[in-house]
């Protein structure tokens, strides 16, 4: 994931969307990581200690990955409300 910013205030609808698309590729990383850990662990190929950090770690990084969700997902809301730019 590219890098983070909390604020959105100056980006176009067009930059909002890109971070968006980031995001839900991260999301889908996540999820793929999280079904490996669990093949990984049920075949005994990691021991339960490693899983179970393993596993708080993809928790921690899948709750982050939604709450910058429900951050983008509110400036697009916002972009829905701004009436828009005329350039003259």
């Known amino acids: 994931m590219s890098e983070w910013r909390e604020d959105f205030s100056t980006s176009s609808l067009q930059d909002v969307l890109k971070v968006q698309a980031e995001n ?9 990581r999280a079904n490996t850990l669990v093949n990984n662990r049920l075949a005994k190929n990691i021991s339960l200690d490693d899983y179970l950090s393993n596993r708080k770690l993809a928790s921690d990084e899948a709750a982050e990955c939604r709450r910058r969700a429900s951050i983008l997902q509110s400036q697009l809301a916002r ?3 701004d009436p828009p730019r005329r350039d003259h």
């Open 79 to 81: 972009h829905a409300s």
């Open 24 to 32: 839900r590729v991260w999301s889908r990383e996540l999820r793929l």
